[in-house]
């Protein structure tokens, strides 16, 4: 089998990041062997050298398992790339335990995979390595093998280091803080600078596929209006001569074709208002029913159940023929799965306005419900995956959401939630 590595552009970033420590991680080792080798055997120093080789030997062959995990096609999560930090503190603060411990002017590298977390985990992870590495300092001011070479000149009485050591210790603890606190905070406002840029990007692409659909949906009512006008003619005729069932017959076509004119007229009407920024404003329980007539013209055989809250039905709401037309889309989504059992209520929480439709059809499976918001994906085989976009559309431009539930017992419960202090009047 082989396993391809991942190009640079779509790395995961914390495997970018692994990588980059490995990098670290090398140079470092590189320089601790070459200061062993050089102290043996031109200096002289009094080391554990065989210990110091084995151990950094050892760290060489995690460097080398860490560069060969990077380049593994799952991805690093933040807690491995904690454990590989971790690792490294305590691999550096036993090399420094062989070598003069806190004195060693080395120690100050216990700030670099701190740095590194701070910058790229979450708040628990970096502090959490701030903890070590300041412990870690510590236990080496008074654990340690000494190294006459980097001993302080001048030594106090007893064991207790010296000023200039406890100085180091004390700059230490306060760089280990700063570090901790504000490289994570800059790192943190960096990743949220990149959240909204790829928020921003995503809606500047849904209001793209808008646009296009907006002007494919111009178009075709225009093209809508001649073979309508030619079937209302041929209609009027048939009428005139047909008796009996027949006649029925026509008059529900001539209903239905009237009602397809209406929802013409009603597309024009509402794109010439949202162009010119006209609203209609209505109590909420009016515009719950004359919602809920002009559905059931749609969907006669359909069984809907409308509810609406006590302090909710005297709300003004000021709104455009937009939201209804998504309370609409959801309705139909309803009705193609549960036809006699779909509820529609109407509540306010939280500071939204909540038109929650609930049905009994087979509910969404968690692939389904990543996709609400995408153009023309359809869960259903004669759809064309236009009304959860739509209606998706219309909650993002008033700041709401449209938010998927399922139901305990079955079946699906869409929120379409808009701001009340986006769609309320003035009373």
């Known amino acids: 089998m082989i396993n391809m590595a991942l190009p ?3 790395l995961n970033p914390n495997t970018a990041n692994l990588r980059g420590l490995c990098i670290i991680r090398s140079l470092v080792i590189a320089g601790q062997f070459a200061a062993v080798l050089y102290a043996e055997a031109q200096l002289g120093w009094l080391l554990p050298y065989v210990m110091l080789k084995l151990l950094l030997g050892a760290i060489t062959v995690f460097a080398l398992f860490s560069w060969w995990r990077s380049f593994r096609t799952w991805p690093v999560t933040d807690i491995e790339l904690f454990i590989h930090l971790c690792i490294d503190i305590l691999g550096f603060s036993a090399v420094l335990y062989f070598s003069g411990g806190a004195n060693n002017p080395f120690i100050s590298y216990l700030l ?3 740095s590194i977390a ?10 959490t390595s701030s903890a070590l590495a300041c412990a870690a300092y510590s236990l080496l001011l008074f654990f340690y093998i000494p190294l006459d070479a980097v001993a302080p000149m001048h030594h106090q009485h007893g064991m207790s280091p010296n000023t200039h050591i406890v100085g180091m210790w004390a700059s230490f603890l306060v760089s280990a803080l700063l570090i901790s606190y504000f ?17 921003s990007r995503e809606h500047r692409l849904q209001d793209e596929q808008m646009l296009a659909v907006a002007t494919l949906a111009a178009g075709t009512a225009h093209e809508f209006g001649t073979p309508l006008s030619t079937m209302k003619v041929i209609l009027e005729d048939l009428a005139e001569q047909s008796h009996g069932d027949d006649a029925d017959d026509i008059r ?6 009237d009602h397809c004119k209406g929802i013409l007229s009603k597309l024009v009407s509402t794109a010439r208002d949202l162009s010119e920024g006209e609203f209609i404003s209505v109590n909420a329980g009016q515009f719950l029913a004359e919602l809920t007539e002009r559905w059931q013209v749609l969907r006669p055989g359909c069984e809907l159940r409308t509810t609406i809250d006590s302090d909710t039905n005297k709300i003004l709401l000021h709104l455009d023929g937009t939201v209804s037309q998504a309370i609409l889309n959801l309705l139909n989504n309803a009705a193609d799965v549960s036809p006699n059992d779909i509820d529609l209520a109407l509540s306010q929480a939280d500071g939204d306005l909540i038109f929650a439709i609930s049905d009994r059809g087979p509910g969404l499976n968690p692939q389904q419900v990543a996709m609400l918001s995408k153009a023309f994906v359809s869960t259903k085989g004669k759809g064309r995956g236009l ?8 909650a993002n431009r008033y700041g709401g959401s449209l938010r998927w539930q399922q139901r305990k017992d079955g079946g699906s419960r869409v929120e379409l939630r808009l701001p009340l202090n986006k769609v309320r009047g003035q009373g």
């Not at 701070?118 to 502090?127: Q, S």
């Not at 529900?252 to 074709?257: C, G, H, R, S, T």
């Not at 009304?387 to 219309?394: K, Q």
Request: proline share 4%.
């Open 112 to 114: 670099v995979p701190l």
């Open 183 to 199: 490289v994570f905070k800059m790192a943190h406002r960096l990743r949220q600078r990149e959240n909204e840029l790829a928020r």
């Open 8 to 10: 640079s552009s779509r």
């Open 118 to 127: 701070a910058a790229t985990l979450p708040w628990t992870y970096a502090w």
């Open 252 to 257: 529900l076509l001539e209903q239905q074709l």
């Open 387 to 394: 009304g959860l976009f739509l209606s998706h559309a219309t």
